[in-house]
C-alpha cells in the first residue's frame, strides 16, 4: 500500500454560524457621459467593507475587496458601421478565504478591448476582442490557476428586433 497508516491524519471542519451581529456595508457610484459623434466614456467604482470582523477563529468567507474600478470608451460607430470598445478593470488586493485555505489575492489590472462591425443589411454584428487582452496573469480565487486574456470572435444576429437595419 502507499499510504501508511501510522502517517494519516484525519481532518474535520465543521461550518457554524457566527454568534453575534457582524455588519458589512458598500456603496457603487457609476457615470456614463455621451460626447459628441457616439462617443460614450464610462466609469464605476464600488467600495465594501466588512465591519465589525469577529475574533480569529471566527471566518467570514466575506472574499471581496475593499475597492473595484472600471472606466471604458466605446463608440458602436466610428465610420462606416466599425465600432470598438476599450475597458480597464482594477481590483484591490484582498484576503481570499475558503474551506480550501486563506490567502491574500493581489491587486489586479486588466484591459478589455474589441472592435466590431455592423452589416445593416442582415441586421448582424461581427465582434473580435479580448477579456484582459494583455493577458496579464492573476489569481481570482486563492489556490486556484492564474488567469489569462480571452480571445474571442462572436456573431450576433439582432436583425428581428433592432430598428437600426
Do not use: E
Request: avoid cysteine; glycine fraction near 10%.
Amino acid at each position: 500500500s502507499l499510504i501508511d497508516p501510522t502517517q494519516t491524519t484525519n481532518y474535520f471542519l465543521l461550518t457554524s454560524n457566527i454568534p453575534g451581529n457582524i455588519n458589512t456595508y458598500g456603496v457603487a457610484l457609476a457615470m456614463s457621459y455621451n460626447l459628441p459623434t457616439n462617443y460614450v466614456l464610462s466609469g464605476n467604482v464600488t467600495y465594501s467593507r466588512l465591519d465589525n470582523a469577529p475574533g480569529a477563529d471566527a471566518r467570514t468567507l466575506f472574499n471581496t475587496p475593499t475597492y473595484k474600478t472600471n472606466v471604458g470608451f466605446s463608440n458602436r460607430n466610428v465610420f462606416n458601421n466599425v465600432g470598438f470598445a476599450i475597458n480597464w478593470r482594477w481590483t484591490d488586493t484582498y484576503l481570499w478565504q475558503s474551506l480550501f485555505g486563506d490567502g491574500m489575492l493581489q491587486a489586479a489590472n486588466n484591459i478589455d478591448a474589441q472592435v466590431s462591425y455592423r452589416f445593416t443589411k442582415v441586421g448582424t454584428t461581427l465582434k473580435i476582442g479580448a477579456t484582459n487582452a494583455l493577458n496579464y496573469r492573476h489569481t481570482d480565487v486563492y489556490g486556484g490557476g492564474t488567469l489569462g486574456g480571452i480571445y474571442y470572435v462572436s456573431l450576433r444576429y439582432d436583425g428581428l428586433f433592432d430598428k437600426r437595419n
